[in-house]
């Protein structure tokens, strides 16, 4: 990546920043030794494993009944509600199995060395008991207070991570579809817990959305870790930059082809044409990520997400332009 290419209007932005600093920790290359377990730093080790930024992700959970223009109705956001609170605990669970399985590779990583348990902060026994509480927790909240076919959606996602943690993360392109399954979960399960039937064309938008920040995830990691690329995340050295490209720029092209005619697919409607307008905010904000992609600072796709504006503008005209749409013809 040249000097040149960070020099323009967007090189303040706190992604590219962030692409910057985590390129310095690779050459600087000091990782911290590993701390004395601490009882009384345990408490705010667990919740920083937690990860409860990353819990961002499964407002995903909104997806299905925002589409479908439910999201006005009392008990469809109280199911909504109790799915995103269960999905939390669900993905936490993955989020402590997979670092205590990771330790070492995390250790040789620049930023990862400092999670809690490549730390010592939280020992691997806790980590793995927090893990199996929180997908149990979460299963038999969904049993409870959902319905089966949630259940078994968030038994699908919690079975799929356990296999991608074990073993499945380092075949070239099953890593790609197991991360991607996990954000099509998250985008299915509200529609399932509320009962609402999910269409074709919402399924494969949703589906190939998650591929592109997929791809430009790996593809941001694969230019920020340089030589060390191996070090991490193993199936990263077996990827090449070009190849990435073609996944993420391919899957943005499916994105936007499919979404185009998913806001079509509306004949006879009143507010047809103000779903089509949505296209515009929808491309333009596919093309705004695209930016951070290939400049390789989407490593951290909810830091994208949530702090540049001229992207977050641009997802409010959308939600303002759908929601009009939707709550027109329901």
């Not at 990583?109 to 020992?123: L, M, Q, S």
């Not at 959902?146 to 074990?166: D, E, H, S």
């Not at 507010?271 to 296209?279: E, N």
Request: proline share 5%; with cysteine; aromatic share 10%.
């Amino acid at each position: 990546m040249s000097e040149a290419t960070l020099d323009s209007p967007i090189e303040a932005a706190p992604d590219i920043t962030a692409a910057q600093e985590f390129r310095a920790a690779v050459e600087a290359d000091t990782a911290p030794a590993v701390r004395p377990f601490r009882l009384k730093a345990l408490p705010g080790g667990l919740i920083r494993n937690a990860r409860p930024r990353q819990w961002v992700k499964n407002v995903l959970v909104l997806a299905a009944p925002g589409a479908a223009g439910m999201l006005t109705h009392s008990h469809v956001l109280r199911q909504v509600g109790i799915v995103f609170v269960l999905f939390c605990a669900a993905a936490s669970a993955i989020y402590f199995l997979n670092d205590a399985m990771d330790v070492e590779a995390d250790r040789a990583h620049p930023t990862k060395r400092n999670r809690p348990i490549a730390a010592g902060i939280v020992p691997l026994p806790v980590a793995y008991l927090c893990a199996a509480l929180l997908a149990g927790g979460a299963i038999t909240g969904a049993l409870l207070l959902c319905n089966t076919p949630t259940a078994i959606a968030l038994g699908c996602y919690l079975v799929m991570q356990f296999l991608y943690c074990t073993g499945l993360k380092h075949i070239l392109v099953v890593d790609l579809a197991f991360v991607t399954s996990g954000f099509l979960i998250r985008a299915m399960i509200g529609g399932l817990a509320a009962g609402i039937q999910l269409s074709q064309w919402f399924l494969i938008t949703t589906g190939f959305a998650a591929l592109f920040m997929v791809a430009a995830k790996r593809y941001s990691e694969l230019v920020n870790m340089g030589d060390k690329v191996g070090s991490s995340r193993k199936v990263l050295a077996e990827y090449s930059d070009s190849y990435l490209r073609f996944v993420w720029q391919a899957s943005a092209a499916v994105t936007v082809l499919s979404y185009c005619l998913w806001s079509s697919d509306h004949t006879g409607n009143a507010d047809t044409a103000l779903r089509q307008i949505t296209v515009l905010p929808f491309v333009f904000a596919i093309l705004r990520y695209a930016v951070f992609a290939d400049r390789g600072a989407a490593e951290a796709p909810e830091n994208v997400v949530l702090k540049d504006r001229p992207l977050l503008l641009l997802g409010a005209i959308w939600a303002g332009l759908y929601g009009f749409s939707v709550l027109g013809t329901v």
